[in-house]
């Protein structure tokens, strides 16, 4: 009875001692791979660099209530920790840029070193002012987007026609841009081509060239629709969020 007992206490023990190396080895293993910054790209460092150096900082009061994240990019960092930098964490590959309302000022180039940043899924530029410029044309080639918010930003000219390349895109927002226009057969093309839309604002954007039937080819099941102000007879039956 009694070594019964003992041998017992040998295995709560011991399996006190398991418990506790399991306990530890958990802790030193969070510690170490809690949120560890992946290491950036140089490629995407490198695009990332040249992008903001085609860009100035606006500072006048229109913008005040922007901040310049910008700012705090530096080529003797890692990328992945700038503000507004998203990277995937196993590849380092970014994933996601985030500069609405970074006081942006300059033209966007139709070769724009944004265009490189292949692993790219959201890319949110608005509330910047890119001075009436075109959406590149080579934002085709970012086929891995889901998001794109381009709204408030000052851009002008057509939409790309190519803009319906982008087949994973759930959310465009190009809204607030007045100078834009979008173009009878691109709207079709984009209707008919971009099968997972789900939100599509194009508030102050010129649509007079649209015409309403393209809204029957939606292949998607849109959610959000927003087109204040588009200079557009919309049929009753199109959902509308006011
Ligand atoms: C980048 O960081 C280094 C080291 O912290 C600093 O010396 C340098 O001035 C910074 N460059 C810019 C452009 O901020
Ligand atoms: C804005 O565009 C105009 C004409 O297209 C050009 O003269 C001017 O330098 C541009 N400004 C900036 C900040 O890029
Ligand atoms: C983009 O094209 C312009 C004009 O064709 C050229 O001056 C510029 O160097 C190009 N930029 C890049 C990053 O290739
Ligand atoms: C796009 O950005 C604007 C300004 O930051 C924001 O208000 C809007 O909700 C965004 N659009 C979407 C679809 O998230
Ligand atoms: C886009 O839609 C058009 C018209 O439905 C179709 O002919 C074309 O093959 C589609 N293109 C792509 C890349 O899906
Ligand atoms: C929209 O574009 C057309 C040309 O396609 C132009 O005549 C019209 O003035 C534009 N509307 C606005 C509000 O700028």
New binding site residues.
């Given amino acids: 009875m009694g070594k019964f007992i003992w041998l017992c206490q040998i295995r709560s023990l011991l399996f006190v001692l398991f418990f506790l190396s399991v306990v530890d080895c958990c802790l030193s293993l969070s510690s170490s791979s809690l949120n560890p910054t992946p290491s950036c790209l140089p490629e995407d460092t490198s695009a990332l660099l040249q992008f903001k150096n085609t860009m100035s900082i606006d500072d006048s009061a229109f913008y005040s209530y922007c901040y310049p994240k910008t700012n705090s990019w530096n080529e003797s960092t890692n990328c992945c920790s700038w503000e507004g930098v998203t990277c995937e964490k196993a590849t380092g590959q970014v994933i996601s840029l985030d500069l609405?309302?970074s006081k942006l000022v300059g033209s966007l180039s139709p070769n724009t070193t944004l265009v490189r940043l292949r692993g790219l899924k959201r890319l949110?530029l608005?509330?910047n002012n890119f001075n009436a410029s075109s959406i590149p044309s080579g934002f085709n080639q970012l086929i891995s987007l889901t998001?794109l918010?381009?709204?408030?930003s000052y851009l002008g000219g057509s939409v790309p026609l190519n803009i319906y390349l982008l087949s994973k895109l759930i959310?465009?927002?190009l809204?607030?841009n007045d100078q834009l226009k979008f173009d009878s057969h691109g709207f079709d093309m984009l209707t008919r081509n971009l099968s997972k839309l789900e939100?599509l604002?194009l508030d102050s954007v010129n649509m007079s060239d649209v015409v309403p039937t393209s809204f029957m080819n939606f292949r998607s099941s849109l959610k959000?629709l927003s087109l204040e102000f588009c200079d557009l007879n919309i049929p009753a039956w199109v959902p509308r969020v006011c």
């Fill in positions: 609405t309302c949110d608005s509330l998001h918010n381009l709204s408030g959310s465009l927002d809204s607030g939100n604002l959000r």
